[in-house]
């Protein structure tokens, strides 16, 4: 198996007594979408922000393009190539879309005329050029979240974390979003994706890892996870999409 | 060395008052999300009640602090909806420019205090100052004056009584409510806006008691304000920001550290002292003396 | 700032560098210094307080401390006044990154108060020190040019609106600055390191007050800790960056003049009232937050209509069931 680009190592994080995340362990495969899935409360930001350089493992390790990243803070993350949204979006409200952008793009274009260009070409990926002059907070919901994941492209990651970038959106500008999201995967960013609307993380992943009370309780292709009755069970009562 | 003890128990008693200071002061801070800067203001403002009740009345100070209380609470809970507006404001940064507002309502309170009480340092007499339990053994001698221990009383009251009301009341479940999570607080049930009236109330009645007092112990005027801002502070940030079970040690490590100033050194550097301490735990543990601060 | 303003801005500057030759009185040279070296201080601060989000209500440590090091670098060591300045202001750098270390990583409220307590130990260090002149002060060399010192100033706080001006809106610096005052955690994610960002901001806003301060000092010949390491510097350059409005550059610089003319008027006429004006400052302050929440030039903007809407006004949420994917 070729190096992941990935390797979630046995991390474990608490916070005072509370266990939010144990022992979990996975690798993600340059170019798939991995999907990360599991009931509320299961702890999958949790382990977002661990791996983004949010939270410093408690235990275990993070890898990333084969160097330890463990406790690193996220703007180092970002400068070697992880993006992420996140799940309460987090627009920067007095701004203006085109702004909110330029600051990421800030990154690989520290020339603000290049970083403006590169934000424009962002924006017409993600379909927002027309709202580029608008405060960040006039935007609805949807347009939020395609900033946000605006911000995460303008740095030219490698490696996306996607923290359920479509949540609360209508089935069309979910199907947009989907759309999306193979886009870039096409382009050679590999996709970590956490997800409630089943239908949504089953179509697009590759594989799939559930965790369940900060553990993990599967990993494999959706169909095979789709089996698995642990996954069924931990999944017992709650509501599909 | 003769004078150890009392340093010790003098910083104890004093830091009893700022742990009240203190947990006033980061109530507001919690449910509210709001820094007053008017903290010292409002002390200040109490001080002077008790001692201008007092010389009218005759009554001793701890008699009024229940008076006090109702009437600051009352100003409180009146003044709680302009602050209200500004934090619902429409600039970028409402907790900032709530902060602005209550630097430039303290600033004011402070001219409005030096215009009418004078520049004078006063003191609020009261029977039980006079008064004080005196120790002896050997070359250690102590000498505990009863209005400090009434001090002493005062912080385990409020405290007991304020641990009663957070915990037992339904009150109290509303403000915890509110502290964690406002919108899902609001969608229980929870009146925000009433709950955040009776908070700042509740806040400001008792830092004008605690002003009473301390214009009983210590002193009163005009310019006292400040010092104690920047107390509730240092008590605040070095207990570790919402972490209230370290409020009790720092604000003896607070009252201690003043105490060892008047006592051995020159009171003047206090505020020096407090703020090199406050650096060198900041540069060192940035969340609090206990690591559990936000 | 469009290059319109920056023009605006120069020829505003070229007008005030011909000053001098235009007006001979030597009370009018002397106002208008004052009133640049507000600008000055007002500029500062926001760079703080409106571009990043931080009070910091020890500015006027800085100030104290540019007026301090030049004058005993003078006095005590016989530098030459240029060299005292900008000595001052290297010792600006070294205090704001030394202070700012441990109380930028608090947030903006508590670093506001941490600032606040700092500026008050550091009057009370300069009313105990011999160095210092304790609470009698120092007296500089005397050297009366006031334009000479018209010019200095107008140098100085012209060069550092145009520095800043660079910095804060053509240079990536400024919008980054503005991505942690919006959302720190956010910022991170996109690369920003807040912290260091933070510092510079801190050293860039110090700098330029302690040498303003420096230049105060040789100008009025007398410090002491009560005039320039008091409230006062910190609590009027508050409300002219409030009142004049927060996180612009133009901003500072309509505060800082109306609000010094106020004050010139209220101290020519209403001395004896000291304690009002502390009050009039403290209610200016409130009521600005209150009743001009963007400031006199935010209001005057918005009333003029937005060339993009007021980042107040969330959109009203499209319903979820329009056949349209609305962005």
Redesign the interface.
């Known amino acids: 198996m070729a190096d992941p680009i990935l390797s979630v190592d046995g991390v474990s994080k608490a916070f005072g007594g509370l266990m939010a995340v144990s022992e979990v362990s996975f690798s993600v495969q340059r170019g798939e979408i991995m999907g990360l899935i599991g009931p509320n409360g299961a702890g999958k930001t949790t382990l977002f922000n661990v791996v ?3 939270y410093a493992p408690t235990r275990g390790k993070v890898v990333f393009d084969g160097k330890d990243v463990s406790g690193k ?3 180092a993350l ?2 070697r190539g992880i ?2 949204t ?1 799940q309460v979006v ?7 879309v085109l ?1 909110n952008v ?3 793009a ?2 690989k274009h ?3 005329a290049d ?1 403006e260009a590169h934000a424009w070409k962002v924006l017409e990926v993600t ?2 050029t ?2 580029a ?11 939020r979240k ?1 900033l946000e994941i605006s ?2 492209l ?2 030219e990651p490698i490696f996306l974390l996607l923290d359920e970038v479509v949540a ?3 089935p ?2 979910v199907d ?1 979003t989907i759309e999306l999201i193979l886009a870039l995967r096409a382009r050679g960013i590999t996709i970590l994706i956490v997800e409630h609307i089943m239908r949504v993380i089953m179509r697009i992943s590759d594989r799939l890892v559930v965790l369940n009370f900060g553990e993990k309780i599967a990993e494999g292709s959706p169909a095979d996870v789709a089996a698995n009755p642990a996954v069924i069970e931990a999944y017992l009562g709650e509501a599909h999409a | 060395m003769e004078l150890l003890p009392q340093a010790l128990v003098d910083g104890i008693l004093l830091g009893a008052i700022y742990i009240i200071i203190a947990v006033a002061f980061s109530l507001v801070y919690g449910v509210m999300h709001v820094i007053d800067f008017a903290v010292g203001e409002w002390i200040m403002f109490g001080a002077f009640a008790g001692f201008y009740l007092n010389r009218a009345t005759g009554l001793d100070p701890l008699f009024l602090l229940p008076a006090v209380f109702v009437v600051f609470a009352g100003i409180g809970y009146l003044a709680q909806p302009i602050l209200q507006r500004v934090l619902s404001g429409k600039r ?1 940064n409402p907790l900032l420019m709530a902060l602005v507002f209550t630097f430039g309502l303290g600033l004011m309170f402070r001219g409005l205090a030096q215009t009418f009480f004078g520049f004078y340092s006063l003191s609020t007499p009261s029977r039980l100052s006079t008064g004080s339990f005196f120790f002896e053994k050997g070359s250690f001698f102590l000498t505990v004056s009863h209005v400090r221990l009434a001090g002493l009383v005062y912080a385990i009251l409020i405290t007991g009584g304020l641990q009663y009301l957070l915990k037992y009341t339904d009150f109290g479940l509303g403000v915890r409510a509110l502290a964690q999570h406002k919108e899902a607080a609001g969608l229980m049930g929870v009146n925000a806006k009433r709950t955040n009236g009776w908070v700042y109330a509740l806040y400001v009645g008792i830092s004008g008691m605690t002003g009473v007092l301390i214009g009983t112990i210590l002193s009163v005027s005009a310019k006292m304000g400040p010092e104690y801002t920047i107390f509730a502070f240092f008590v605040v940030v070095l207990a570790g920001m919402g972490y209230l079970a370290g409020v009790p040690a720092a604000a003896f490590l607070l009252g201690l550290i003043q105490s060892f100033f008047l006592i051995y050194l020159d009171p003047g550097y206090t505020l020096l002292a407090v703020f090199g301490v406050l650096y060198v735990i900041l540069l060192v543990s940035p969340t609090g003396l206990f690591r559990k601060g936000v | 700032m469009r290059d319109r303003r920056l023009l605006g801005s120069l020829a505003a500057f070229a007008l005030l560098l011909a000053l001098p030759a235009v007006v001979r009185d030597t009370f009018f040279l002397r106002v208008s210094t004052e009133a640049i070296m507000w600008i000055g201080l007002a500029l500062t601060f926001d760079v703080l307080a409106g571009y990043t989000g931080y009070l910091n209500f020890g500015h006027s440590a800085f100030f104290g401390l540019g007026c301090y090091t030049t004058a005993i670098l003078m006095v005590r060591a016989g530098w030459p006044f240029p060299a005292a300045a900008a000595a001052g202001g290297a010792a600006a750098a070294v205090a704001a990154v030394v202070a700012g270390l441990p109380t930028l990583r608090l947030r903006g409220a508590y670093f506001a108060i941490a600032t606040w307590a700092l500026a008050r130990g550091i009057q009370q260090l300069a009313l105990m020190m011999t160095i210092t002149g304790g609470p009698d002060g120092m007296r500089l060399p005397p050297f009366l040019d006031p334009k000479f010192f018209y010019y200095v100033m107008l140098g100085v706080v012209g060069a550092t609106f145009f520095l800043l001006w660079f910095l804060l809106e ?3 610096f400024g ?2 600055l ?2 942690i ?3 720190e ?9 807040p912290t260091l960002l933070k510092i510079q901001a801190f050293v860039l806003s110090a700098v330029p007050t302690a040498v303003i301060g420096g230049i105060f000092a040789y100008w009025v010949t007398f410090i002491d800790p009560a005039s320039t390491l008091g409230d006062l510097v910190s609590d009027q350059a508050l409300v002219m960056v409030v009142f004049g409005g927060m ?1 612009t550059l133009i901003g500072p610089v309509v505060g800082a003049v109306l609000i010094f003319a106020f004050k010139t008027v209220f101290w020519a006429y209403l001395a004896e009232y000291e304690v009002l004006y502390v009050i009039i400052l403290g209610a200016a302050i409130a009521a600005s937050v209150v009743f001009l929440p963007n400031g006199v030039l935010g209001e005057l903007l918005y009333r003029r209509g937005p ?9 009203a ?2 319903p ?8």
């Open positions: 983004s350089g949010y803070p996220p703007y970002a400068a993006g992420r996140f987090k627009p920067f409200p007095g701004l203006s702004e330029v600051i990421a800030f990154l520290p020339r603000r970083a379909g927002l027309d709202r002059h608008e405060a960040a907070s006039s935007l609805t919901l949807a347009g395609r911000k995460a303008a740095l609360g959106l209508n069309t500008e947009r | 970028g | 053509r240079a990536p919008l980054k503005k991505a005052r919006e959302d955690q956010g910022a991170k994610a996109l690369g920003l390191n996180g060339r993009k809407p007021a980042a107040s006004e969330p959109a949420p499209v979820a069931t329009s056949g349209k994917a609305e962005v």
